[in-house]
Each structure stands twice: as C-alpha cells, then as structure tokens.
C-alpha cells in the first residue's frame, strides 16, 4: 500500500496519513469487512513510524471509516457507518447541493482555509486569557455597535488601507455574512433591483433571492467589473446598489485597478447608487491597493471586513464601516434579529490584535499563500488550463481545464478524491459553466496535481 506522503509539505504528517489512507480506500474500492495490512506493514512499506499510522488508523475509526477489533487490527467498515459520516461532512459554499462529499476528499473549490493551516497556540492563549480576566465577555451579551475595543483596533487596522472613519461609523457583526444580511434586510426591499458581479459569491445570490431582491449581472474581468457594461445597465434600470468584490474577487482571485475604481465610484455618484464593497481577503493582501471606502468622500460605500477567513471559520468575527446613520440602523436591526453579537468572539479577538499575534499571524498566512499561488500557477499551466488572469494576493484562482466535456473533468475530479465547486455555483441566474474556483491553499496537494495532470488533453478554441 503507497501513500504517497510528502514529508517536505506543510500539513500534519497524520492528517496525510488518514487522507491517503481514505483515498486508498476509495480509489481501491476495497468491500466492507476486507483486513488492512497491519499497521507495522503500513509504516515499513512507506518509511513512517508505526504509532503515526495507529493515530491515523483511530482517526478513521473515530469517522465510521474504518473499524477495530481487538487483536486483529483494523478492518474497513459498513458502508452504513460511512453514509452515516458522509451525511456530516463539513459543508462548504459553492458545493454541489446535492454532494454530501465523502470522508477523505480534497475541498479544491472552498473558499476557505484548511484545518492544518489553523493555528491554535495564539487562538488558545486568547481564549483562555478571555476565560480567565473578562467575565462580561463570557455571559453579557453585546453592545450593539459591538465591543468598543475591537472597534478601535479595526479602525487602526483600516487606516493601513487609508480608510479613514470614526468608531460610531464601525459595527460588530458575527462574520461579514451577517453584515450582508442586515444591509440587504435594512436598505432593500423586495422587488428592487441590484447590480451584482458575474462570477461572484454565491451566497450572496442566495441572499438576495432569499430576500426578494432582483440581480442585474455585470461581467468581471480582471480589472474589475466590465465598465461600459456597468454603465449601460445604470442607465437602463436605476439599481438600488452595487455589491462588489474590490481585492481578489470571489471567485476570480483579480482586484480592481485604480482606473476602474474612480470610474465606478463615479458611476455611482451619477445615479445615486449605493455600493457595497465586500472585502473579507483584506488581511491577505501584502501589497498597495485602492479600495473603493478610502476614495470615498460622500459616505456612498458601505464597507465589510472580516476576521473569520484568516482566524477561524467558527469564531464568527466581521464588522460593517458605513456613514453614521446607516450604520444606526443597521445596529437597531441587529439587535432585534439576533440580539447583538459574540461579545466572547469579539474580546477574543480584541486581545489577538492588542498583542500582535493576529498580525503575524497573517503574515504567515500571505507568504504561505504567495508561495503555493506560484506553484498552482506554474502547475494550471503545465495542465494546459486556461487562467482568468494571474491573482496577486488572495486564496483563488480561476481556471478551466482544456478538456472539452465538462462531465469528464468532474468524473477525473473524484476520481483522484477531488471535490469540485458546483458548476452553476457562481452565475446570478444558475447558469453551468466551465470554469472552476482553484483554492490555492489546497492545488499543492498531491490528489490535485494528479488531477489537473489527468485532464492535459487539446481543447478546442473558445474564440
């Protein structure tokens, strides 16, 4: 049995072990009942030790993959058992609906990081600090602009992006999900009309629909929205906002130029419509940028951030900038819907910032990044995939394979244990395409370069 482990990569030696080990699984359709090799067997044959293969084997038991029995190792389990694991598997947006995903396989279009890029050891520290000395933390609920010392601290950290607002134009919110919501449940109204980008951030599509509102597509390039196109559809329907990604679109990876960024803002003035600039990757940005809120002068951009894609996805931490009398209104509503925020999530992260540890953590998050963005790159273009331009920053790539049948990439996909973003995830109207979202945090692994090595086959000229 080869596992293929890859002792100079980043991820846990034991988590490559249970993901190789499930792929074997998989890929070998091995039948329920069937004995694995021994453990000593296991490590001899791949040069691991043989309690790093027993942790990994218990892990797998653990998820109703693999079953034990005393004396005689370990066997594989009734499927009803997996089925059971597989009704459970972490859920991420832009999955196929009706994929429920199966243990072991590589989330390649999530829009998150890994569980082996967490690190706990600050994340703990803070928790524990927060459990030991703040009692209101722990059992009050929230004020409803949210904590005042976090507020501080993403002031401060938005005049790095030359964003220059006061407190009171600063709310708390539980991830920036929850700022959507209250800003489309607060300032639209069913049956009004919206600019949204396309490909863009599905959840957002299934918000607005959720709430009534109508979407107008405009088309992303890698500059930004295409402008002539924004204009025209200004003119023709008089749409109440814009919802935009400014750094490293969802899905796309690509960032507006400053170019783009005064014309839409100009645009906007013209026909008096709101823009809401979502922009949670922020903190994985090392580089200058323009974003639409610092050249904003009329209080016409509402703002949202996020701390739940760098820190941790259950830690629901993200925070809405707009002028004084929106963000009033977006906390009344807060309030009523939810009763405020964590107050425990937001002292947590409080402390993070005041200590510095959030900074450097994110320091490590952008060079990790920037080296294994350049290595997806150089691997798409070994593959032949065609690439929505080349993003500096950010967790996405956008690209598509130069196969032809799009079945067939998505059978060669779970083939080598790869699970796909759905293909009509990302278009306003559900349209399927071709394209894929390439989270570069996990194109590195071993399953995805045999996948994108499976699909080098001549595709046909799109134009």
């Known amino acids: 049995m080869e596992l293929r482990i890859d002792r100079q990569a980043l991820v846990p030696l034991v988590q490559q072990i249970v993901d190789a080990l499930a792929g074997w699984l998989r890929q070998s359709e091995v039948l329920p009942g069937t ?9 001899r044959d791949n040069l691991l030790s043989q309690s790093s293969v027993v942790e990994a084997c218990e892990r797998l038991v653990a998820e109703g993959v693999l079953a034990s029995r005393q004396g005689s190792g370990f066997f594989v389990a009734d499927p009803v058992l997996a089925a059971r694991r597989q009704r459970d598997y972490p859920w991420f947006e832009g999955a196929a609906v009706k994929h429920d995903g199966v243990f072991g396989e590589l989330k390649l279009g999530c829009g998150g990081l890994p569980i082996s890029w967490r690190e706990t050891d600050d994340l703990g520290y803070a928790i524990r600090e927060i459990s030991r000395t703040d009692m209101a933390g722990l059992f009050n609920y929230g004020t409803p602009l949210g904590l005042p010392a976090l507020r501080q601290h993403i002031r401060k950290r938005l005049l790095q992006l030359h964003i220059a607002v006061q407190e009171h134009q600063i709310l708390t919110t539980a991830g920036a999900s929850q700022g959507l919501d209250l800003i489309v449940r607060t300032l639209l109204k069913p049956g009004e009309c919206v600019v949204v980008e396309s490909p863009g951030y599905s959840m957002l599509f299934e918000l607005l629909r959720l709430r009534g509102v109508h979407m107008i597509e405009v ?10 196109v924004l204009e025209a ?21 690509s960032s507006l130029t400053p170019k783009v960024a005064q014309q839409i803002l100009q645009l906007a003035k013209t026909h008096c419509t709101l823009v809401v600039e979502d922009d949670v990757y922020a903190d994985l940005s090392g580089g200058p940028g323009t974003r639409l809120a610092a050249l904003d002068t009329a209080e016409n951009v509402i703002y949202v951030g996020s701390f739940s894609k760098t820190l941790s996805s259950s830690l629901r931490v993200g925070f809405v900038v707009a002028g004084a009398g929106v963000v009033s209104r977006l906390a009344e509503v807060k309030m009523v819907s939810s009763m405020g925020a964590s107050q425990f999530c937001e002292s947590v992260v409080a402390c993070l910032l005041a200590s510095g540890a959030y900074r450097k953590l994110v320091q490590r998050q952008r060079q990790r990044l920037n080296s294994d963005r350049e290595t997806a790159l150089q691997v798409l273009e070994d593959a032949e995939w065609e690439v929505f331009g080349k993003p500096a920053g950010g967790l996405f790539i956008w690209a598509r394979s130069p196969m032809a049948d799009y079945a067939q ?3 060669q996909a779970q083939r080598f244990g790869v699970q796909l973003s759905s293909a009509t995830a990302f278009s306003p109207t559900g349209e399927p395409g071709d394209w894929q979202r390439i989270n ?5 692994d071993p399953r995805a370069r045999a996948f994108f090595q499976a699909t080098t086959v001549d595709r046909p000229q799109a134009f």
């Open 409 to 411: 990439v998505r059978a």
């Open 219 to 228: 088309p992303r390039t890698p500059n930004g929205p295409d402008i002539n």
């Open 233 to 253: 559809l200004l003119l023709q329907y008089r749409p109440r906002a814009l919802f935009i990604n400014s750094f490293y679109h969802n899905p796309t990876g």
């Open 440 to 444: 570069v945090a996990y194109a590195s």
């Open 35 to 43: 004995r694995l090799p021994s453990a000593r067997q296991i490590a």
